[in-house]
C-alpha cells in the first residue's frame, strides 16, 4: 500500500501564489509518475500537471507558464502555483503512478485533496 498526503491549499487573491506538496509513504513500491489533478465544483477532474521519474513534464494549457510541477526526491512532488485565477479553484489531488517492486504490476493512488480558493 502506498499513502499520499498533500499540503498546502488555501485562500489566495487572484495574482497570488501557493505551493502544494505531496509525499508518497509505504513500502516495497517504486514511483513512475506523480501529478497533480484538480476538480471544481460540477466539473470532472482534470489533469493539471504531471513529472515522470526522468523528469518530463506535462501541463494543462489553462496553466502553462503559470505553475511548475517539481520532485525534489523520487518520492514526493510539489506544485508551484503562481499568477493564480479564479478559475484555478478546485480541490487538487496528487496522483502517483506506481510499481510494485518484483512485480510486473502496480497501482494509481491518490491523495486526499487539498482545496485551493482564488478569491479577493
Known amino acids: 500500500q502506498v499513502q499520499l498526503v498533500e499540503s498546502g491549499g488555501g485562500l489566495v487573491q487572484p495574482g497570488g501564489s501557493l505551493r502544494l506538496s505531496c509525499a508518497a509513504s509505504?513500502?516495497?513500491?517504486?514511483?513512475?509518475?506523480m501529478g497533480w489533478y484538480r476538480q471544481a465544483p460540477g466539473k470532472q477532474r482534470e489533469l493539471v500537471a504531471r513529472i515522470t521519474s526522468g523528469g518530463s513534464t506535462d501541463y494543462a494549457a489553462s496553466v502553462k507558464g503559470r505553475f511548475t510541477i517539481s520532485r525534489d526526491n523520487e518520492n514526493t512532488v510539489d506544485l508551484q502555483m503562481n499568477s493564480l485565477k479564479p478559475e484555478d479553484t478546485a480541490v487538487y489531488y496528487c496522483?502517483?503512478?506506481?510499481?510494485?517492486?518484483?512485480?510486473?504490476?502496480?497501482?494509481?493512488?491518490w491523495g486526499q485533496g487539498t482545496q485551493v480558493t482564488v478569491s479577493s
Open positions: 496522483r502517483a503512478e506506481v510499481m510494485y517492486s518484483g512485480k510486473l504490476y502496480g497501482n494509481i493512488y
Open positions: 509505504g513500502s516495497n513500491f517504486r514511483i513512475n509518475a
